[in-house]
C-alpha cells in the first residue's frame, strides 16, 4: 500500500527555521516526482514545486522560489521541506504528494498534511 | 503562470441533482486538466486526470470532459457524500497551478 507519512504539526517564531518531512512507503521512492502544496487557513490548493527523489532535480514555482528549500535522503524514502526564516504568512497546512507515472501526470497520493503554524 | 478559473466559486444543490463545474485554462493545456476533491480536515483525493480518465475506485456519477482551454466536472446525481470542495489542476507545464476551488453544498 502506497503511504505517504508526514511529520507533526508545529508551532513556530517568526524568523526560526524549520523543516518538515514525508516519508513515502509502499513504492519505489526514486522512481517517482513528490510535489508540496500549500493551503492556507480557508483558503485554496497552491502548488509549490517538485522534486525527483531519483536525482534531485527540482522544481520550483516562482511564488515560492529562495522561500523554501526541498530536499531528500534517499536511505530513509523521505523528502523534507524547509524554511531558513519563517513569516506569520507560512502559517498553513503543507501536504507532499506523490506524482504519478500516468498520463497528465496527476497526483495520485498525498500526505496527511503538517500544520505548521508561525506566530510571536 | 497558467491561470485556471473554476466557476461557479460556490454552488447549493440537492441530493439526486446533476452538477457541473467549469475550469478554464488561460491557455491551452491540452488534455493535461486533473481535477480533485477535497473534504474538510482531509487531504484531496483525485477523481479525474487526463481531463476525462476516471481513477480507480471513483464512483461512475463523476465524469470529466474537455480540452484545450475548457473543461468541465459532472455530478450525474448528486451524494450526500459528494458535498466538498473540488479543485481543478493543469499538469500540462510547471508550475502545476489549481483552480480556486468549488464548494458543493448541500440545499
Known amino acids: 500500500e502506497v503511504q505517504l507519512v508526514q511529520s507533526g504539526a508545529e508551532v513556530k517564531k517568526p524568523g526560526e527555521s524549520l523543516k518538515i518531512s514525508c516519508e513515502g512507503s509502499?513504492?519505489?521512492?526514486?522512481?517517482?516526482?513528490i510535489g508540496w502544496v500549500r493551503q492556507m487557513p480557508g483558503k485554496g490548493l497552491e502548488w509549490m514545486g517538485i522534486i525527483y527523489p531519483g536525482d534531485s532535480d527540482t522544481r520550483y514555482s516562482p511564488s515560492f522560489q529562495g522561500q523554501v528549500t526541498f530536499s531528500v535522503d534517499k536511505s530513509i524514502s523521505t523528502a523534507y521541506l524547509q524554511w531558513s526564516s519563517l513569516k506569520a504568512s507560512d502559517t498553513a497546512m503543507y501536504y507532499c504528494?506523490?506524482?504519478?507515472?500516468?498520463?497528465?501526470?496527476?497526483?495520485?497520493?498525498w500526505g496527511q498534511g503538517t500544520l505548521v503554524t508561525v506566530s510571536s | 503562470d497558467i491561470q485556471m478559473t473554476q466557476s461557479p466559486s460556490s454552488l447549493s444543490a440537492s441530493v439526486g441533482d446533476r452538477v457541473t463545474i467549469t475550469c478554464r485554462a488561460s491557455?491551452?493545456?491540452?488534455?493535461?486538466l486533473n481535477w480533485y476533491q477535497q473534504k474538510p480536515g482531509k487531504a484531496p483525493k483525485l477523481l479525474i486526470y487526463?481531463?476525462?480518465s476516471l481513477e480507480s475506485g471513483v464512483p461512475s456519477r463523476f465524469s470529466g470532459s474537455g480540452s484545450g482551454t475548457d473543461f468541465t466536472l459532472t455530478i450525474s446525481s448528486l451524494q450526500p457524500e459528494d458535498f466538498a470542495t473540488y479543485y481543478c489542476?493543469?499538469?500540462?507545464?510547471?508550475?502545476?497551478?489549481f483552480g480556486q476551488g468549488t464548494k458543493v453544498e448541500i440545499k
Open positions: 489542476q493543469q499538469s500540462y507545464v510547471t508550475p502545476r497551478t
Open positions: 509502499g513504492y519505489t521512492f526514486t522512481s517517482y516526482w
Open positions: 487526463a481531463a476525462s
Open positions: 504528494a506523490r506524482q504519478s507515472l500516468r498520463s497528465g501526470p496527476p497526483i495520485d497520493y
Open positions: 491557455q491551452s493545456i491540452s488534455r493535461y
